[in-house]
């Protein structure tokens, strides 16, 4: 459930090429993800996801959220188990 103060730390933020060029194109800007993911709006994640990053938060593992920017264009955020990188990329580039 998403909550006003943010839920974790998001560590340093990278983007991959092609997430860079999928955030260009849908003209979106990634800054509003990275927000909804640290304050544990999970997106499109199903609902099995959503509970074990519910579980992550305080057992300290890696977090992931999954969000249409675009029709045909999903990207993921992955925070790292100890917060110190949160990676915005493409599907296929996992």
């Known amino acids: 459930m998403p909550t006003i103060q943010p839920r974790f730390p998001l560590g340093a933020t ?15 800007h990634p800054a509003h993800y990275l927000q909804r993911h640290r304050h544990g709006d999970w997106g499109e994640m199903p ?3 959503q ?5 992550a ?14 029709p045909h264009t999903t990207i993921w955020v ?8 949160t990676t915005l990329l493409l599907p296929s580039e996992y």
């Open 51 to 55: 509970a074990s990053n519910e579980e």
């Open 78 to 85: 992955i925070t790292e188990a100890d917060r110190s990188v």
């Open 47 to 49: 609902p099995e996801d």
């Open 14 to 28: 990278v983007i991959t090429p092609g997430a860079a060029a999928a955030f260009a194109d849908a003209n979106v």
């Open 57 to 70: 938060l305080t057992e300290g593992y890696r977090l992931m959220s999954s969000y249409a920017i675009a």
